[in-house]
């Protein structure tokens, strides 16, 4: 049973920066695909991006390419989401997910394991 723990959001201005870090424990990061979904009131959870195992292959939302960039270190269990240039409707709570099946990388109902979320608003 792998634990995962977000961090990292917060209240930013428009055009500012985060880091989001998602902590693993109880399990070996590096046998999972990791993902990076964001929910916002009153909508479905949606995908932002993903990593294969090992960082073999980066999958990004077309809402977030050339602004977000996930990665990964399986050394310290850890994986991290670079989010700039940001714009409110960013504005969401941010989930990390393991998973650890074939299945499309960028649907949420084929990841294993969850973390609790961080938000992260955007002002204008």
């Known amino acids: 049973q792998v634990q995962l723990v977000e961090s990292g959001g917060g209240l930013v201005q428009a055009g500012g920066s985060l880091r989001l870090n998602c902590a693993a424990s109880?399990?070996?990061?590096?046998?999972?695909?990791m993902g990076w979904f964001r929910q916002a009131p009153g909508k479905e959870r949606e995908f932002v991006a993903a990593?294969?195992?090992?960082?073999?292959?980066?999958y990004y939302a077309d809402s977030v390419k050339g602004r977000f960039t996930i990665s990964r270190d399986d050394a310290e269990n850890t994986v991290y989401l670079q989010m700039n240039s940001l714009k409110p409707e960013d504005t969401a709570v941010y989930y990390c997910?393991?998973?650890?099946?074939?299945?499309?990388?960028?649907?949420?109902?084929?990841?294993?394991?969850w973390g609790q979320g961080t938000q992260v608003t955007v002002s204008s």
């Open positions: 997910g393991a998973r650890s099946g074939l299945l499309s990388i960028t649907s949420p109902w084929n990841y294993d394991f």
């Open positions: 990593i294969r195992r090992s960082g073999t292959g980066t």
């Open positions: 109880g399990g070996t990061l590096s046998t999972y695909a």
